[in-house]
Nanobody
Framework: QVQLVESGGGLVQAGDSLRLSCVAS????????MGWFRQAPGKEREFVAA????????IYADSVKGRFTISRDNAKNTVYLQMNSLNVEDTAVYYC???????????????????WGQGTQVTVSS
């Protein structure tokens, strides 16, 4: 189990960029698949991106593909979500999540992940 703390959210204008960070506690962070989900007001939580423990493989939701980039620094126990060309539809609470996977599987389902952060608010104004 890991504890996750997100940061980097805020209020930006459409077209701007923002980078979210998620710091994990625990010695085995480097064996966890890490993911980002988001939940907009009145909507269900949805998958955004995920990355394997090695960083070699990533997967994205169609809605963010080409605009968002997930990356990780295992030496810092940190996963990042670089968000470019933000639009109003990206407004949501963004959650960092983790699932132990030493064989390097990628997960897109909310129920595939055991550990969740508290979330960080991203608001994009038009």
């Amino acid at each position: 189990q890991v504890q996750l703390v997100e940061s980097g959210g805020g209020l930006v204008q459409a077209g701007d960029s923002l980078r979210l960070s998620c710091v994990a506690s625990g010695r085995t962070f480097s064996r966890y698949t890490m993911g980002w989900f988001r939940q907009a007001p009145g909507k269900e939580r949805e998958f955004v991106a995920a990355i394997t423990w090695s960083g070699r493989s990533t997967i994205y939701a169609d809605s963010v593909k080409g605009r968002f980039t997930i990356s990780r620094d295992n030496a810092k126990n940190t996963v990042y979500l670089q968000m470019n060309s933000l639009n109003v539809e990206d407004t949501a609470v963004y959650y960092c999540t983790a699932q132990y996977s030493p064989i390097g599987l990628l997960f897109k389902g909310e129920n595939d992940y055991n550990d969740w952060g508290q979330g960080t608010q991203v608001t994009v104004s038009s």
